[in-house]
């Protein structure tokens, strides 16, 4: 099994915080990687955790006292069984992400072009529902190949039971909660469109709102593709190494979910998207059972979405906010990314996160939870 000397998790993560572990295995075939899983589930009191790309995780200053396991597993290949129309690929987990987004554009495929430019391995994006845009890894996604800590066991299990929700499924572990299923993903099928390079309408109003088009407009895949990544780079959300805004986990908290009456109460200009169906009030009754009364109406409360980015900004913490002597600050172009200045500690970092938690809370009533991985440090 590659054991190897363990790295300073700083050198591993986006937010470039985290001591070294105790332990790290380095897995580059799916056969190893099953292995060191096995074999580190065999001591129930070992902890452990699996390593990506290190964008999504808050790794604490004291080093982890169990063993680190890097998903390094690459490639991913045409498999049968795609409807007409779709290509269908089975990708391995410790897959760059938008390594495989550009291989797709490429070749004319369709269904995760919206999502250029998002930092991690491809083994994340269903534990997560990755998305951007109006696209998520759910519309696309056709099953995954787990391995299952309580019995070591590997399967295929299909989309659908997964739990795919908003930037969540049963395979994540909420910060403050466990997963309702320990499982670490080995491979994922994708189906995505055979579209070709030629410009097309594009359907989602949300793609098409951030891109600027109008309804008519037509584009190609690799042109949402270009225009993706500017949009991203502006808000410092695509890796470059001499710009500390991306030196960061990305979005560090998720846009809350309230309830409508919550959502009346923020201000008028405050984002916000309502989930879920609206009920387009028709009742419809059998003749057999018309009393010549209507049944009174049943309000219905629906849950809404709302902006973590506007409310950290009108909670009075603007781009580039940071505590008195604090490496860590808030990034200069999105309010929503806490990024590390150069030499930050994750004890900055939480610090920051903390004290955005609690203006937020002061002002709004909402209070933010991270979207991050936290290890080794608490909110």
């Known amino acids: 099994m590659p054991e190897v000397a363990p790295i300073p998790l700083a050198r591993l993560t986006t937010l470039r915080v985290g001591a ?72 391995e987990a410790g897959q760059n992400w938008d390594e495989l987004v550009a291989w797709t554009v490429a070749h004319g495929l369709s269904g995760i072009e919206a ?81 070709g390079h030629d410009p097309r309408i594009v359907a989602d109003d949300r793609l098409r709102q951030a891109l600027g088009l109008t309804p008519d407009q037509a584009v190609s895949v690799a042109e949402i593709r270009d225009r993706v990544l500017a949009i991203r780079a502006s808000k410092g959300m695509v890796l470059n190494e001499p710009d500390p805004d991306t030196h960061s986990a990305g979005s560090f908290f998720n846009n809350p979910i309230v309830s409508e009456a919550v959502a009346r109460g ?16 028709a009742t419809v009754i059998p003749l057999s059972q018309w009393d010549g009364q209507l049944p009174a109406p049943q309000p219905v409360e629906r849950e809404v ?25 808030l990034s200069t172009k999105h309010t929503l990314a806490l990024t590390n200045r150069g030499g930050a500690t994750a ?16 002002e709004f009533g909402i209070v933010l939870m991270p979207e991050p991985v936290l290890v080794g440090v608490e909110l």
């Open 115 to 195: 999502m250029s430019g998002i930092p991690g391995t491809t083994g994340a994006a269903p534990i997560q529902n990755v998305g951007a845009y109006g696209q998520e890894i759910v519309q696309t996604l056709v099953e995954v190949d787990l391995i299952d800590e309580a019995t070591g066991d590997v399967s295929t299990v299909p989309a659908s039971q997964l739990g795919l929700g908003t930037r969540t499924s049963d395979l994540k572990h909420h910060y403050g909660s466990v997963a309702p299923r320990s499982a670490v993903v080995l491979s994922l099928t994708l189906d995505l469109a055979r579209v």
């Open 266 to 281: 923020l201000p008028a200009n405050a984002p916000r998207w309502p989930l879920g169906r609206i009920d387009d009030g």
């Open 305 to 329: 979405k709302v902006s973590a980015a506007w409310l950290i900004e009108n909670a009075g913490l603007p781009r580039g906010y940071g505590l008195p002597r604090s490496r860590a600050s």
């Open 20 to 91: 070294a572990p105790a332990r790290m295995i380095d897995a580059h075939t799916r056969d190893e990687l099953v292995t060191a899983l096995r074999e580190v589930w065999a001591d129930p009191e070992e902890p452990w955790f699996v390593l990506g790309g290190g964008s999504n995780l808050l790794a604490g200053d004291e080093p982890f006292p169990g063993t680190v396991i890097r998903i390094l597993t690459r490639g991913f290949a045409e498999v049968p069984g795609a409807p007409d129309g779709f290509v269908r690929l089975r990708v």
């Open 347 to 362: 004890g900055e970092i939480a610090e920051l996160a903390r004290f955005v938690q609690s203006r937020v809370a002061s």
